[in-house]
C-alpha cells in the first residue's frame, strides 16, 4: 500500500535491481530513502580471458585459446603501465567492440592466418 492508500499487487517471481558503479565519473549517487529499500549484492570481477576465448570461438577463431590468452595480457599490460586518462578504456565494452571487429575482419577472410587477423584488428583499434 503506498501512501496515498492505493494498493498494487505484486507479483512473487518478479524483482527491481538497481545497478549502481559508485564513485564511477558523472554519476550520482542514490538518496537514503530509496538505498534502505534495496539489498546490496555484491559483484564479481568477469573472467575476461573466459569471454574472448567464448566469443573468438563463436565467431570461428579455432585458435582462440592462444589468442584470448595474448589479447588478454596485452590488455592487463595496458591497464598496468599506460597513463590512468580517462580517453583509454580496456575494460569490457572496449574489449567486446575488439571481438566484434575481429568477428568480420575473419568472416572477410576465412584463409588468412587468425593470429595475423587478431593483430591487425588490435592494432587498427587502439
Avoid at 65 to 93: E, M, P, S
Amino acid at each position: 500500500m503506498f501512501v496515498d492508500g492505493q494498493n498494487v499487487a505484486l507479483r512473487q517471481g518478479c524483482s527491481y535491481f538497481i545497478t549502481m558503479n559508485p564513485g564511477y565519473a558523472g554519476r550520482q549517487e542514490l538518496p537514503e530513502n530509496l538505498k534502505a529499500l534495496f539489498r546490496g549484492v555484491c559483484m564479481m570481477v568477469p573472467d575476461f580471458m573466459l569471454i574472448m576465448r567464448v566469443k573468438l570461438a563463436g565467431c570461428g577463431y579455432y585458435e582462440n585459446v592462444i589468442i584470448a590468452k595474448k589479447f588478454d595480457l596485452l590488455y592487463n599490460l595496458c591497464k598496468q603501465q599506460l597513463t590512468k586518462q580517462t580517453h583509454y578504456d580496456y575494460g569490457l565494452r572496449n574489449i567486446l567492440s575488439v571481438l566484434r571487429t575481429a568477428g568480420t575482419v575473419k568472416r572477410d577472410n576465412l584463409e588468412a592466418s587468425e593470429l595475423l587477423l587478431m593483430m591487425r584488428t588490435l592494432r587498427d583499434m587502439n
